[in-house]
């Protein structure tokens, strides 16, 4: 999926391919020391809108916003769905 055609803007623009900067180090190790910036729990949906991220996306309730990108949880019923599909 990582290569699909505009499915990630760093493989699209070449950007995956790059050396890691300090900056990416650094936000790598506070990662794996397990700092939190944002609720993530059970986010199954995330985009980037044009503007203000809405609260409820789908019947989703909106659980964080990191930069431009908003992240939405699926009810329990979706989850319930999502998760015995396979």
Aim: aromatic content about 18%; charged content about 15%.
């Amino acid at each position: 999926m990582l290569h699909q055609p505009y499915a990630f803007e760093a493989v699209t623009h070449g950007y995956l391919y790059q050396q890691t900067g300090k900056k990416e180090k650094c936000l790598v190790h506070r990662i794996i020391n397990v700092e939190s910036l944002w609720s993530k729990n059970y986010s199954l949906w995330y985009f980037k809108p044009p503007g203000l991220c809405s609260t409820i996306w789908y019947n989703h309730p909106q659980v964080g916003r990191y930069k431009s990108h908003c992240f939405y949880q699926p009810t329990a019923q979706t989850r319930e769905n999502v998760y015995t599909i396979f």
